[in-house]
Every structure is written in C-alpha cells, then in structure tokens.
Nanobody, 123 residues
Framework: QVQLVESGGGLVQAGGSLRLSCAAS????????MGWFRQAPGKEREFVAA????????YYADSVKGRFTISKHNAKNTVYLQMNSLKPEDTAVYYC????????????????WGQGTQVTVSS
C-alpha cells in the first residue's frame, strides 16, 4: 500500500519561500516518477513539477520554472519542493503524487496521491 504524506505548507508573504516535503512508503520507489500538483479554489488540479526517482530527471510547469525546485532524498524516501519568490497566484492545496510508469502532466496519469497541504501566499 503506497502512502504519500505531505508537509511544510503554511502562510507566507509574497516573495517568501516554503519547502514542501512528501514522505513516501509502501514500495521500493527506485523506478517511480514523483510529482507535485496544485489545486486552487474553483480551478482544476494542475501539474507543478516532477522528478524521476531513477535518473533524477526533472520537469516543471512554465509558471514555476526558475522559482521552484524539486529534489529527492533517496535514503529518506522523501521528495521536496522548494518554492521561492512565491506569488499570491501560487496559493493552492499542493498534492504529492507517485506513478510507476512515465511522467504525465495530467492528474489522470498518476496512480497514487497524498492528502495535500495548503499553501497560502498573501500580497
């Protein structure tokens, strides 16, 4: 049973930083893809970033390139999302996702999900 537990969300002023964590358990994740999505009120869930656990390849949405960094800690089975230069439009619930096959930019392409963590950026 795959479990993904997010942490690190909170309230921050525009221009500030937060680091989200996703602790993964229940599988050997060496061949998995790990991703972050977000969903703002009244909007669809959207892709933010992804990383391939095997070779470390990373993928980013255009809206976060240069501001967000996804990384992993193999020994801790944890994936991070470092978010810098935060903007009010980054406000959303952020979800961690895991997928044993290929990276997808669509939520439907991911098999496992965490419960989400709220990020609120004030102006």
């Amino acid at each position: 049973q795959v479990q993904l537990v997010e942490s690190g969300g909170g309230l921050v002023q525009a221009g500030g930083s937060l680091r989200l964590s996703c602790a993964a358990s229940g599988r050997t994740f060496s061949s998995y893809q790990m991703g972050w999505f977000r969903q703002a009120p009244g909007k669809e869930r959207e892709f933010v970033a992804a990383i391939s656990w095997g070779d470390g390849s990373t993928y980013y949405a255009d809206s976060v390139k240069g501001r967000f960094t996804i990384s992993k800690h193999n020994a801790k089975n944890t994936v991070y999302l470092q978010m810098n230069s935060l903007k009010p439009e980054d406000t959303a619930v952020y979800y961690c996702a895991a997928e044993p096959l290929r990276v997808s930019f669509a939520p439907a392409g991911w098999r496992y999900w965490g419960q989400g963590t709220q990020v609120t950026v004030s102006s």
